[in-house]
């Protein structure tokens, strides 16, 4: 019996372990030993990386560049906790990464882009790759150059044969989705007027909302993260020539409108990070009565629940103020979610979630090339059943804020 049972047991072991194998990969880290002359380091000073994984077959002319994620830090006091980490240091990044989704290299899971030269650039400068500050600190050491980051890397992909590239699409989650569109007209100008060239955000679209004590939190923190940084120069023109706070031009609501590339913007209208860090960050809710509802939508009041959907209209009109673009395209779900592009179970798989119909695979996949527009929005919260709902652990909630 007990024999049974363990045999079972590993069967369902070993099924679980290929799965995982085929689902996702190993790809190597590349420092960019090249960029440290040009001043191009992470926070710390250390080269900057990225992981890069080979086109193939029909997809050899074509470049998915992926910007990781990780929040930002706004001043040097939280930046210095950041250099110390993978997010501010490439000294203590990991040697390998797995990639699946939208960077999975089989036609099964990631049918529009599986056989395409796949970049997964790491977050180390705590400015979604706006800084530019020639000063270094004394006293602190700290660099603040997340520009010229993103700059030396594009230079070391064009040299690796992104310089002819006939597709090209930048893309990233997070903090790495918000670089998507901050850098989207960038990229577009770094690549030959005859590359197709197209920008995806995930998870990027933060909106300026009070958070629940009424208090502008998200507002005054990209302030001071442009501040620190020095991003003011490097955010689109469009944007700081016409509004008097560059730290406003963080918003992809006063930004989009002026960038010129097509954009396509993946986004939980829940999203379970802007829920946490600017509806109900902790300063907002120091008696923690948000605290279970942030790691279990399901754990929420009926009166907190009311303030998400209100949460879920601003959302939806700071979406719809951009105006009408028919370039554009839009996947915002009603999901408990942060970054649906980069888990195989979110972005393509039977139970994965669906908008009109369509996986987020098929949308995005659909869009780029030209074969449909997408432009969809959800009802509510809990209409839609094909969501994968975030449920976080207690202990890993205050670090949650570095997604
Ligand atoms: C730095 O930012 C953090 C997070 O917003 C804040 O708690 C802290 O008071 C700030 N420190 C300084 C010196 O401004």
């Known amino acids: 019996m007990m024999k049974e049972r363990f045999r079972q047991w590993l069967q369902a072991l070993v099924f679980v372990l290929i799965m995982l194998r085929v689902e996702c990969y190993n790809v190597d ?32 002319n074509n470049w998915l560049v992926q910007i990781e994620g990780g929040a930002w830090c706004n001043n040097d006091t939280t930046c210095l906790a950041r250099k110390s980490t993978r997010l501010g240091s490439s000294t203590k990044m990991v040697k390998t990464l797995s990639f699946s989704g939208i960077l999975s290299n ?84 770094l690549l030959p007027a005859t590359t197709k060239v197209k920008c995806f955000s995930d998870a990027g679209y933060f909106i300026n909302a009070k958070d629940v004590s009424g208090a502008e ?51 939980a209208a829940y999203d379970s990070w802007q829920i946490k860090n600017i509806l109900a960050p902790g300063v907002a809710d120091p008696h923690g009565l948000w605290h279970n509802c942030k790691l279990d939508i399901l754990k929420c009041s009926p009166a907190q629940l009311q303030i998400m959907h209100g949460y879920h209209t601003e959302f939806l009109s700071a979406l719809t103020g951009l105006g009408p673009s028919s370039a554009r395209g839009y996947y915002i779900n009603s999901c408990y979610a942060h970054c649906q592009t980069e888990t195989q179970e979110t972005w393509l798989r039977g139970d994965s979630p669906r908008l009109n119909g369509k996986t987020i695979a098929q949308a995005m996949g659909d869009w780029f090339h030209d074969r449909s527009p997408f432009q969809y929005t959800d009802c509510p919260y809990p209409c839609d059943k094909t969501c994968h709902n975030r449920i976080f652990e207690s202990h890993d909630y205050p670090s949650a804020g570095v997604y």
């Open 29 to 60: 880290i590349t420092y960019v030993e090249s960029a440290v002359a040009k001043g191009a380091v992470c926070l710390d000073g250390s080269p900057p990386a990225y992981h890069f994984s080979a086109g193939f077959g029909a997809g050899i």
């Open 217 to 267: 939190h998200i507002k005054d923190f990209y302030s001071q993260v442009v501040a620190t940084h020095g991003s003011a120069k490097i955010l689109p023109s469009s944007c700081t020539s016409s509004l008097s706070d560059p730290g406003l031009c963080f918003f992809p609501q006063y930004v989009a409108h002026g960038i010129r590339t097509p954009l396509f913007v993946m986004n």
């Open 106 to 189: 089989k036609p099964q899971f990631n049918p529009d882009f599986y056989d395409w030269n796949k970049v997964k650039v790491r977050y180390c400068d705590g400015s979604s790759f706006t800084g530019d500050i020639e000063a270094v600190n004394p006293v602190t050491k700290l660099y603040y150059r997340g520009a010229r980051v993103f700059l030396a890397i594009m230079d070391d992909l064009l040299a690796k044969g992104m310089k002819n590239a006939e597709n090209a699409i930048l893309s990233g989650c997070s903090a790495g989705g918000l670089t998507s569109i901050l850098h989207c007209d960038r990229f577009r100008a």
